[in-house]
């Protein structure tokens, strides 16, 4: 591992046939969870497959803790995937499974590293369950147990939490911060957007076959001009509270609904000094203020080119 | 002075009657046609395969007319005893049945598990629709399917004959073409039960298909050896109680180096068992399936 | 005003397994969510409301009797699944046409409400060529269109976000919130997710292990967490713990920018603006708290009877 960097892509494409999956990729990434976003079809599930080592680049390079995935066993042993779809071994029991998939990987212990995975995940209980019988959220843990009872350093999830229950979700979402507080480096790519939020606020967003945008989700906010930031503060005098602030040069548009404003400006920094001084200087008697467009959701449909 | 106007597109609710519930199985039996009228290779070069038979039949018997008129007496020849022309149209039975076999592969037998497999017994069940409706409306599309491809051209054919017949003869021939339609409906009806009720034995489609082309090749196959020394059970094999139901109404005897014929009443009790069985065995699955996807995994 | 739906006492076995212990609540909201973790008996649920499944106990849909009247309780309620349920070789018109017939509405009147449907649901463009090759989110739509072809007053939606991606799935929440105007039908939303529950329900239904752990308003779901506030900052959390202490409120920091502090039900806000101004700190939220849907998920499913 060099440098600290992960996975580090440069100018890569892949195609298949005619079909684009991702073109002129360059991006890099030192650790922690990173949220893997986009719509259907641009390309996630055929970056995730070549950070596995499944898919070879048609060009350029992706290379995973300085080496390339898919042609170094070694560095496919550091290497967990848990994909989207599974074709698992329905009569197996869980143990059964993950144990094998342990033998596969040549883990030294195949089965006590098999128990400990499945330990992890909370499925202790229904281990020596058929896979059979097992509802979804079971069936997302089990996978989750495959691909962790390597210890790999490196974890890609792909839609890790479809179908699972809200008990079940939250202690996934433990289960993956822990692995993230052990070290390990993880990309979860999914279409819930606030189940990314609960994990993280890296994120990589592919759009088209490329990389739009990458980084804290915050930052991402800051840069995006076209869409001024939007803050709300629910008064008793908004209409005063408005007027105040309309004469700033960076108030685009002030908006008015019962018995709330709603500011949309290009300096957040600047726009939330005003609002305190007029609270302040007025007695403007405040309720709640809230800033509806500042989270991932809003990020996200504002860089894919939808309007809210 | 001009007028101007805007109409309101919203939405309208359904304020009429809904049709009795006794109707739906109707729904289902044309969906079944249509469905099976789409791709040609299937359903359709069955279809060709018939008419073919039909045609080359009718070819024979103008031939025969035309060359030998008098042909309508009593004779014994190319094993057959009886009338030749009727004995001919009843050796085209087998053929229309190896059509029905076609159908009943390609249309009958996948459509059960090939509806369980994608998830269309959801759809079906999930809508007010009782396994019995989905049974009969199946089973009512294959049929008539298969009455295109056995009662259709064997009708046809036998319509054929009596036009070609001196017109002395014409009221004596005519009730072949009713027996005709009876050969037809009964083996339409036989064609249609047992793939369905096989298809709704297996989960896969593909291995639906598989278990009827089993069934009617090598398990027929068997029951048509036995057959040979005890008739009975050759009733049960299916082309066999169909063409000796043909054999019989048109009153003609076929010698048995030619094609072996199972007795008549087995004949008749062999189809009727295995229709009403296929039906029945289609019915219990489906109606313990009938609620499979509903609700969620 | 009678409820749409009406449960008492329904259990339903199978075999050893005790799916549904008796059961008891009402459904009448405009748009109901139905949460649950697996094998609380929601699908089992479902079957029985449909009328497909026997059951003891007394359960009435539209005040009609499910057990006796299946059939006619499914002329009037649609079900969109969860599962693929897709006739193979159809196009979206003729799988939609087809849907509305086995509900028992005339071919013409199936064929004109099918394309209606198919409008609503978003798929104006592709709805002649074959299911066969339409995206998730396509399907999806299909699902949707065939379960209101046949005008239903109740509509079960089981997951219907699922597998969609983020902008697909903004518009089909969309669609689930304008149906009750649009389509003058009322919604059960069965689904995992609790934000979306959040977003579009005014009604939930919570089960757990076979029976309704809790039945009515959302807003009735979450308890106040006693006038507890939260306040995002800039930077500077500590600063401004430290200045409202000063201030006599005893405020607590729960991440890098954001603090609860306990300020009553009807705070004056001005102080903690003050409390800001003194320690230097920019103010970037202010919120009443309220329990999040996860909590309050959690705590109805674990009091245990």
């Not at chain 1, 995937?81 to 998939?101: F, G, I, M, N, R």
């Not at chain 3, 299909?142 to 046949?150: S, T």
Request: net charge positive; aromatic share 6%.
């Amino acid at each position: 591992m060099s440098d600290g960097v992960v996975v580090r892509a440069e100018k890569c494409s892949k195609w298949y046939g005619h079909v684009l999956g991702i073109s002129d990729v360059s991006w890099k990434f030192g650790g922690g969870i990173v949220g893997l976003l986009g719509p259907n079809g641009a390309g996630k599930s055929t970056l995730i497959k070549m950070m596995a080592g499944l898919l070879r680049p048609s060009r350029g390079t992706l290379e995973v803790f300085g080496a390339l995935p898919y042609a170094s066993l070694e560095t496919r042993r550091r290497i967990g995937y848990a994909p989207e779809h599974e074709a698992t071994w329905d009569e197996l029991s869980a143990l059964e499974l993950v144990t094998t998939l342990a033998r596969l990987s040549g883990v030294p212990d195949p089965r006590k590293a098999a128990e400990a995975a499945i330990a992890t995940v909370g499925m202790t209980k229904d281990q020596h369950r058929r896979v059979k019988g097992f509802s979804k959220g079971m069936r997302q843990r089990t996978k989750l147990a495959s691909a962790i009872v390597h210890d790999p350093d490196f974890v890609l999830l792909d839609e890790p939490m479809t179908g699972v229950d809200p008990m079940a979700r939250l202690d996934l979402i433990e289960q993956i911060r822990r692995l993230a507080a052990a070290g390990k480096t993880i990309v979860v790519s999914s279409h819930v957007l606030y189940e990314i939020e609960a994990l993280t606020t890296e994120i990589l967003v592919v759009y088209r076959g490329q990389v739009l945008a990458e980084g804290n989700v915050y930052e991402i906010r800051k840069l995006i001009d076209k869409h001024p930031h939007r803050i709300r503060v629910d008064c008793d005098r908004p209409r005063e509270l408005g007027a105040a602030l309309a004469s700033s040069e960076h108030v685009a548009r002030v908006v008015f609904e019962r018995g709330a404003m709603v500011v949309e400006t290009r300096d957040p920094d600047r726009c939330y000094d005003e609002i305190a001084a007029c609270v302040l200087d007025r007695g403007v008697a405040v309720r709640s203020m809230t800033s509806p467009d500042n989270n991932l959701g809003a990020v996200f449909d504002y860089l894919t080119g939808g309007s809210r | 002075m001009s007028t101007g106007a805007i109409h309101d597109l919203g939405y309208k609710r359904y304020l009429g009657t809904r049709r009795p519930q006794s109707t739906r199985w109707g729904v289902i039996v044309r969906n079944t046609v249509a469905q099976a009228w789409k791709t040609w290779w299937r359903f359709k070069m069955a279809l060709g395969l018939a008419v073919v038979a039909a045609v080359v039949t009718g070819g024979f018997i103008y031939v025969s007319r035309a060359v030998a008129p008098g042909m309508g007496d009593r004779v014994v020849r190319f094993g057959i005893h009886g009338n030749l022309l009727d004995g001919i149209i009843a050796l085209s039975v087998p053929w229309l049945c190896k059509a029905a076999f076609l159908v009943g592969l390609t249309a009958g037998a996948g459509t059960i598990a090939g509806d369980r497999q994608v998830g269309a017994f959801t759809f079906y069940f999930s809508r007010p629709v009782r396994p019995i409706d989905y049974v009969l409306g199946k089973f009512g599309g294959l049929f008539l399917l298969q009455l295109l491809i056995i009662a259709a051209p064997l009708t046809a054919v036998a319509a054929f004959r009596v036009g070609m017949s001196d017109s002395s003869d014409i009221l004596k021939t005519l009730p072949l073409v009713g027996k005709a339609a009876i050969t037809g409906v009964l083996g339409a009806a036989l064609y249609a039960a047992v793939p369905l009720g096989l298809s709704a034995l297996v989960q896969r489609r593909r291995n639906a298909i598989a278990l009827f082309a089993v069934f009617y090749l090598v398990v027929s196959n068997i029951v048509y050896g036995i057959g040979i020394g005890s008739p009975p059970v050759m009733a049960f094999n299916m082309q066999a109680a169909v063409t000796s139901v043909g054999t019989h109404l048109f009153d003609v005897t076929i010698d048995p180096f030619i094609q072996r014929t199972a007795p008549f009443v087995w004949s008749l009790v062999a189809i009727v068992l295995l229709t009403a069985g296929g039906i029945t065995l289609a019915w219990i699955q489906v109606r313990d399936q009938a609620g499979h996807g509903v609700g969620g995994s | 005003m009678s409820a749409l739906i009406e449960l008492r006492d329904v259990h339903k076995r199978f075999g050893a397994v005790h799916a549904l212990r008796g059961a008891t609540g009402a459904i009448s909201g405009r748009i109901t969510g139905l949460l649950g973790p697996n094998g609380a008996g929601k699908s089992t649920l479902i079957k029985a409301l449909l009328g497909l499944v026997e059951f003891e106990g007394e359960g009435t849909v539209l005040g009609m009797s499910p057990k006796t009247d299946g059939p006619a309780v499914r002329d009037r309620v649609g079900y969109m699944p969860e599962n693929e349920a897709y006739l193979p070789g159809m196009s979206a018109v003729e799988m939609c046409v087809y849907a509305g017939e086995l509900s028992g509405l005339p071919r013409q009147e199936a064929m004109q409400r099918a394309h209606a449907a198919l409008y609503y649901a978003g798929l104006e463009e592709k709805r002649y060529q074959p299911i066969d090759g339409y995206s998730t989110g396509q399907k999806q739509r299909v699902k949707l269109a065939a379960a209101l072809v046949h005008d239903p007053e109740v509509l079960f939606l089981d997951e219907p976000t699922n597998g969609l991606d983020p902008r697909s799935r903004e518009e089909m929440l969309e669609l689930i919130v304008d149906m009750p105007e649009k389509r003058g039908c009322s919604i059960v939303l069965s689904t995992h997710l609790l934000p979306d529950v959040d977003r579009v329900c005014d009604q939930v239904v919570i089960m757990h292990q076979g029976r309704i752990r809790f039945s009515g308003d959302i807003a009735k779901l979450r308890q106040s967490v006693g006038g507890t506030y939260r306040i995002e900052v800039k930077d500077g959390v500590d600063r401004l713990v430290t200045s409202l202490g000063a201030a006599g409120i005893a405020a607590k920091a729960v991440s890098p920018i954001a603090l609860a502090a306990p300020l009553g039900d009807a705070p004056d806000a001005s102080i903690v603006f003050r409390a800001a101004k003194d320690a230097r700190v920019q103010v970037r939220g202010f919120e009443l708290e309220k329990e999040s849907m996860e909590a309050a998920f959690l705590r109805v499913i674990g009091d245990e009877a």
